[in-house]
């Protein structure tokens, strides 16, 4: 079975920072560097948003409103991807979820569901106060 775990979210002001991480492991020869990998975020009275992905050869991608302040990377030795965010806003307050699929093709950037996803995590809450 595998699992994914986020972590490093909390309270900062406007303009602070934080770097979040998701965890994943599995059974013995599990390698999330199979994976693509998400975060998305999900606000009150908001759907899911799509944040940022990694593919499985490193490239990467953000939503028109973090790109230049977020920065995803994936650390395949340790089974980790790290989201670090700069420069946070109060509109970025929202619960991050880690998610991952093994499947080519398309990136998935319009989830309506973290089920939309092979693997998912419970999330990390945050919040920006301004």
């Known amino acids: 079975q595998v699992s994914i775990v986020e972590s490093g979210g909390g309270s900062v002001q406007a303009g602070g920072s934080l770097r979040l991480t998701c965890a994943a492991s599995g059974y013995r020869d599990f390698r999330f560097s199979r994976y693509r990998v998400y975060w998305v975020r999900h606000s009150p009275g908001k759907g899911l948003d799509w944040v940022s992905d990694?593919?499985?050869?490193?490239?990467?991608f953000y939503a028109d409103s973090v790109n230049q302040r977020f920065t995803i990377t994936r650390e395949n030795g340790k089974n980790m991807v790290y989201l670090q965010m700069n420069n946070l806003k109060s509109n970025d307050t929202a619960m991050y979820y880690c998610a991952a699929e093994r499947r080519g093709g398309t990136a998935l950037r319009k989830p309506l569901s973290l089920r939309d996803y092979e693997l998912w995590g419970q999330g990390t809450q945050v919040t920006v106060s301004s």
């Open positions: 990694i593919s499985v050869s490193g490239n990467t």
